[in-house]
Each structure stands twice: as C-alpha cells, then as structure tokens.
C-alpha cells in the first residue's frame, strides 16, 4: 500500500503552508485530511478555496453539514464521515439526523432532507438523473442557483474522501467518538 504523508506546518510544501495556517486558524488545529493533501499545493489549495466559497455561501451551518456529511457517506469516507458527523453536532443539528445520514436514510428536518437526497443522488449517479431530485430541493424552497452551489460541496468532498480513502488517513481522536465502518 502507498502511503502519504500527513505534513505540518514544517514539513509541508511552502506552496501549501499558507492554506494550512488558515485551517489551523480556523479549527485551531491542522486536520489530518487536509495535512495529507497539502503533500500537493494544488489540492490544498484548490481545496481551502473552495471550502471558503462553500463557507461564504447562501446555506446555514446545518444545511452545509448535511451536505458535507452526506457526501461523505455517499464516498464511503470514513475519515471524512467521522469529522464531519461531529461538525454536524457540533453546530446543533439533531443527533437523530447525523445518525440517519450516517445510515444513509433522510433526516427528519425536510429542507436537510432535500438537500442530503439531491447531494446523494448527483454523487452516486454522478449527475445523471438527478431531477426529481433537483424538483423537490427547488420546492422545499431553495434556489436553483443553490443546486450549483452544493456542486461546489461535492467538490470539496470529493478532494477529502478520495485523499483520505485512498491513503487510509488516520481518524483524530477528537473524532472518534464519531467513527464509521460504513452501512
């Protein structure tokens, strides 16, 4: 098995440290998925810029959450679904909703819910039949602007799960409590 390097601010590539400063100042620690990427700038740093325009966007700290979390499962990401189901709680969403993206089922809150069924369904088909889907985010009163903007979540995820899946990133203890085997 290749392995990666979970860098620091002292071994990572000058072209990387300046995002890594960000995420330390951010979370106040350097997270083991992004320490990992910053082995390439390119995607450290296409990484912390657009989690900064996801962050900047138009949805609220839960429905990111959702999204993040979702995408996670979806990826079957371990590390990413760990760190982002203790996000998910950390911001105040229902314990039962993270356990039900956990599970791969909709949480109970219906605007979460439209948003964790069109962000599984555009990762699992690859945004190839995603209407239905796409409809009812639409009705459950989001813009079809915000379609493109949970694009960029996918993004995001996608450079973090397939970094941490593929060089079997350690989960932080911080987010143990939160592991997962997959459902």
């Not at 002292?10 to 106040?28: I, M, R, V």
């Not at 990992?36 to 700038?41: N, R, V, W």
């Not at 069924?117 to 039949?129: D, I, S, T």
Request: aromatic share 6%; charged share 15%.
């Amino acid at each position: 098995m290749q392995t990666f390097r979970i860098h620091t601010l002292e071994t990572a590539p000058d072209g990387s440290k300046q995002s890594l400063q960000g995420l330390q100042k951010n979370f106040g620690f350097i997270p083991n998925a992004a320490a990992t990427m910053a082995g390439s700038p390119a995607l450290i740093n296409s990484f912390v810029a657009a989690f900064g325009h996801l962050h900047g966007g138009s949805f609220t700290d839960a429905e990111k959450q959702t999204l993040l979390l979702t995408n996670a499962v979806a990826l079957n990401c371990a590390w990413t679904v760990a760190f982002h189901s203790t996000m998910a709680l950390k911001v105040g969403m229902a314990a039962s909703d993270v356990a039900s993206i956990r599970n791969r089922q909709a949480p109970a809150d219906s605007k979460l819910a439209a948003i964790s069924a069109l962000a599984r369904a555009l990762v699992e088909r690859k945004g190839h039949g995603a209407e239905a889907e796409i409809a009812k985010f639409v009705a459950a009163g989001y813009a079809q602007a915000q379609v493109l903007e949970l694009v960029t979540g996918i993004a995001i995820s996608t450079m973090a799960g397939l970094t941490a899946t593929m060089a079997n990133t350690p989960v932080e203890d911080l987010f143990k409590a939160q592991s997962w085997s997959g459902a």
